[in-house]
């Protein structure tokens, strides 16, 4: 490889784990700060009248924004990101480019929070939508003629489907849809949308970007200048930009992305296995187990299968048990941090998921989320061996 020249992110050549070092060189200050300063300003001064710094109010720009947003462009590979203060944020405000009378086709397994959000507010406002499962359904027997865009995860959450994106993107480039991808799960370290055809990438920063359960954020990534200006016009507008502090937290985050992931998954994968052999454990859906139905499109699509996985068991009484007793996992919602939390979907991330939809996508009450941290293995298999016990125990009991 030749590295001559090579002085900030604009080159795509570079390994991820190098990617996530390179801040964008153009945006640094006179005194070379290498932790990136925290702009903590809501104004900037003009130098005279009709000239500008390239910065005039930070809900329209802001230097730590930018670098943050330089990074995670780089790191999808696309044009432009823009960083929101959440991944909701950055959802409803992709909404946006729709109008009343507008279909879009959602994959039917989502983050809870999104299921809401075209529930009770894109439907009110006049849009309409199907849901399927695009990991299994042909997508082309769903569009419509006011069909304008797919909307997916992959893997799922919480059911940890598949669904290959340059198949889906070659049927949507056809019809002229917009391919909209969550990457949240994989995060840019192991799967990048915008390269197998999609043409807006999504993040809640809040999970694998941040890291670290300490502050909220969310990211829309495109490569089309269009639809970029579009993008940037709605969200000067609507103002829901990452804060300064907030967007050095998740600059620091991914400084140690790489690494982090690469453990999380080694652990992910353990965990998978041993929880596999448990008697009481009925289903572990981890893509990175062979016999995943998804694990073939993974290899294919992605860099790694991530620290998400998804287990049943067999019964309620099991499953609140192991909830009561964890001491050295958190029983608490959200993902991609170093510590590990065990999450219930049903009554958590998925509360407010119609009935219906949770048992046509196989959420029950037996079914626990664990999103895998930095712990060393030996400890977390002897928190399940602990927790197992005293459920066992707990269930015989009644
Ligand atoms: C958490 C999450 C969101 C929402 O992000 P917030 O930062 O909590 O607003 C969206 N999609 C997925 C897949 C998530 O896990």
Redesign the pocket.
């Known amino acids: 490889m030749d590295c001559s020249g090579c002085n900030k992110c604009t080159e795509v050549n570079c390994s991820i784990d190098t990617k996530c070092q390179q801040l964008d060189r153009s945006l640094m200050d006179q005194f070379g700060a290498i932790s990136f300063p925290i702009y903590q300003t809501a104004t900037f001064a003009h130098p005279g009248l009709g000239q500008s710094t390239g910065y005039d109010y930070t809900r329209m720009q802001n230097p730590t924004r930018k670098q943050l947003e330089s990074i995670v462009a780089y790191l999808e590979n696309g044009k432009d990101a823009i960083a929101f203060s ?3 944020a950055a ?1 409803a405000t992709i909404m946006e480019l729709f109008k009343p009378g507008d279909h879009f086709i959602i994959d039917e397994d989502l ?1 809870g ?2 299921i809401r959000l075209f529930n009770e507010i894109s439907k009110k406002n006049g849009l309409e939508y199907t849901a399927v499962n695009l990991s299994r359904d042909n997508v082309r027997k769903y569009i419509k003629e006011n069909t304008k865009a797919v909307y997916l ?1 992959t893997p799922t ?1 919480p059911m940890m489907n598949v669904t290959d994106i340059e198949e889906l993107a070659s049927v949507t480039k056809e019809k002229n849809l917009l391919l909209i991808v ?1 990457n ?2 994989l995060s840019p370290y192991f799967q990048n949308p915008l390269d197998l055809g999609a043409d807006i990438v999504i993040h ?1 920063g ?2 694998f970007l941040g890291g670290h359960h300490d502050t ?3 990211f829309v990534v495109v490569k089309d200048e269009n639809l970029d200006e579009r993008l940037r016009y709605i969200f000067k507008t609507t103002g829901a930009g990452l804060s300064p502090f907030d967007s050095w937290l998740i600059l620091r985050g991914i400084r140690t992305l790489g690494v982090r992931l690469d453990r999380t998954q080694e652990n992910a994968l353990k965990l998978a296995k041993y929880l596999s052999s448990s008697k009481h454990v009925t289903k572990v859906y981890y893509p990175g187990l062979e016999d995943h139905p998804g694990y073939e499109i993974m290899k294919k699509q992605a860099r790694g299968f991530g620290a998400m996985l998804t287990f049943e068991v067999d019964s309620v009484e099991f499953a609140h048990s192991i909830l009561n007793n964890v001491q050295l996992i958190y029983f608490a919602e959200s ?1 991609g941090g170093t510590e590990t939390l065990i999450t219930y979907p049903i009554t958590q991330t998925h509360a407010d998921v119609p009935k219906d939809v949770l048992a046509k996508n196989g959420i029950t009450d037996r079914l626990l989320r664990l999103s895998v941290g930095l712990e060393g293995i030996g400890d977390l298999i002897c928190e399940f061996n602990r927790v197992f016990a005293i459920a066992e125990k707990e269930t015989a009991d009644r």
């Open positions: 959440s991944g909701m959802i983050y929070g999104s995860e959450n969550d949240t799960f809640s809040t999970k909220i954020g969310g993902l």
